[in-house]
């Protein structure tokens, strides 16, 4: 059943307000009531052609779970930063980045970014060591590195990685059905999908600095981003006209953004819109955004539905390993660390 608490956020925040967030209360789509799945789905696509970002409530995440990777977020950040170094960023996207170690150099909005006042963690799917594609060596699909010492950190984020999964899974019928698809339609695509899960810390800022960013204004590379509510607020969103908005507090919510992946696959159709985080709340913040694509092989072809009769897709196909790396190629830059390269931005 639907909680009817959050009715006076969903009439605050209405989908017709193009300066406003829209809510997507998917508790009556999960449950099966008849026709939520067409409701919703028209809701998604105005999000996604208008605004670039929704939130979800009712989404079915236990509140311990999402509790539990911020626990984990906390427990990884608070070790010396000799240890969490030992398990430095590597070329498969896992592993650490230190504070000051990640700089946005792919965003159209602002040019010669300082180095993000944020630390993070990234996680990726678990792959066992005899996984064919862990021994085959593909770049993306190796194995996690882990922190010594935290006998609860695997469990808690691994836990919350396979329910955002599954969370970011229903949500596909919705993407379908905003696109004119069958609402299967994006099924094959993510039978395995590939994620990025990403403990970040945001130390406070100087209140008295502008030009520096927790995150610089940037894009995400995703096809979806699902972000579990933050009790310290930071993120910033830039709408289609122009105008920056601070991203509400929805207790209890996840929000959501299409990324570059998405874009490109809906032929410029769906939003990928620009957001950035100042943590200027004077507390320590911490954020767990969880990065989905499709499966690592699935060649990622203009949508049909997306193509104007007549017209040539703007892009030619390309599967996700191709893409990520043409995205890391892109926007890094060299300079030494453990795989000879510094984070551009996820």
């Given at each position: 059943?639907?909680?009817?608490?959050?009715?006076?956020?969903?009439?605050?925040?209405?989908?017709?307000?193009?300066?406003?967030?829209?809510?997507?209360?998917?508790?009556?789509?999960?449950?099966?009531?008849?026709?939520?799945?067409?409701?919703?789905?028209?809701?998604?696509?105005?999000?996604?052609?208008?605004?670039?970002?929704?939130?979800?409530?009712?989404?079915?995440?236990?509140?311990?779970?999402?509790?539990?990777?911020?626990?984990?977020?906390?427990?990884?950040?608070?070790?010396?930063?000799?240890?969490?170094?030992?398990?430095?960023?590597?070329?498969?996207?896992?592993?650490?980045?230190?504070?000051?170690?990640?700089?946005?150099?792919?965003?159209?909005?602002?040019?010669?970014?300082?180095?993000?006042?944020?630390?993070?963690?990234?996680?990726?799917?678990?792959?066992?060591?005899?996984?064919?594609?862990?021994?085959?060596?593909?770049?993306?699909?190796?194995?996690?590195?882990?922190?010594?010492?935290?006998?609860?950190?695997?469990?808690?984020?691994?836990?919350?990685?396979?329910?955002?999964?599954?969370?970011?899974?229903?949500?596909?019928?919705?993407?379908?059905?905003?696109?004119?698809?069958?609402?299967?339609?994006?099924?094959?695509?993510?039978?395995?999908?590939?994620?990025?899960?990403?403990?970040?810390?945001?130390?406070?800022?100087?209140?008295?600095?502008?030009?520096?960013?927790?995150?610089?204004?940037?894009?995400?590379?995703?096809?979806?981003?699902?972000?579990?509510?933050?009790?310290?607020?930071?993120?910033?969103?830039?709408?289609?006209?122009?105008?920056?908005?601070?991203?509400?507090?929805?207790?209890?919510?996840?929000?959501?953004?299409?990324?570059?992946?998405?874009?490109?696959?809906?032929?410029?159709?769906?939003?990928?819109?620009?957001?950035?985080?100042?943590?200027?709340?004077?507390?320590?913040?911490?954020?767990?955004?969880?990065?989905?694509?499709?499966?690592?092989?699935?060649?990622?072809?203009?949508?049909?539905?997306?193509?104007?009769?007549?017209?040539?897709?703007?892009?030619?196909?390309?599967?996700?390993?191709?893409?990520?790396?043409?995205?890391?190629?892109?926007?890094?830059?060299?300079?030494?660390?453990?795989?000879?390269v510094k984070l551009s931005a996820y």
């Amino acid at each position: 059943m639907s909680d009817t608490s959050y009715a006076p956020s969903l009439a605050a925040i209405r989908p017709d307000a193009k300066e406003e967030i829209p809510v997507l209360d998917i508790g009556p789509y999960l449950a099966g009531e008849p026709g939520a799945l067409e409701r919703l789905g028209a809701e998604m696509r105005y999000a996604l052609e208008n605004i670039g970002f929704y939130f979800v409530v009712n989404h079915g995440i236990p509140q311990a779970l999402i509790d539990g990777v911020f626990d984990a977020a906390r427990l990884f950040h608070a070790l010396p930063l000799e240890q969490k170094s030992a398990i430095a960023f590597t070329e498969n996207n896992t592993g650490y980045v230190p504070l000051k170690g990640s700089t946005t150099r792919h965003s159209a909005l602002t040019k010669d970014n300082k180095p993000n006042l944020v630390e993070s963690f990234f996680i990726k799917r678990d792959l066992p060591a005899d996984h064919p594609d862990v021994l085959a060596g593909k770049r993306f699909r190796g194995q996690n590195q882990w922190p010594e010492d935290l006998p609860e950190f695997r469990r808690l984020a691994m836990a919350y990685a396979d329910a955002a999964e599954r969370l970011g899974t229903s949500l596909l019928p919705l993407y379908a059905v905003a696109l004119g698809l069958p609402a299967d339609w994006f099924a094959p695509a993510f039978r395995e999908p590939m994620y990025t899960l990403r403990l970040s810390h945001y130390p406070q800022q100087p209140p008295a600095v502008d030009d520096q960013f927790g995150l610089a204004p940037h894009t995400d590379t995703s096809f979806m981003t699902l972000l579990p509510q933050n009790k310290v607020q930071g993120l910033s969103v830039r709408l289609p006209n122009g105008k920056w908005i601070d991203a509400p507090a929805l207790p209890g919510s996840f929000l959501v953004n299409g990324g570059d992946l998405m874009r490109r696959w809906t032929n410029d159709r769906f939003l990928a819109t620009p957001h950035r985080v100042t943590n200027k709340s004077g507390q320590e913040r911490y954020a767990a955004p969880f990065f989905m694509d499709c499966d690592y092989g699935w060649v990622m072809r203009c949508i049909p539905s997306c193509l104007p009769a007549g017209a040539e897709p703007s892009y030619p196909p390309i599967t996700y390993a191709e893409y990520l790396a043409w995205y890391r190629a892109q926007n890094y830059a060299a300079a030494p660390g453990k795989d000879g390269v510094k984070l551009s931005a996820y």
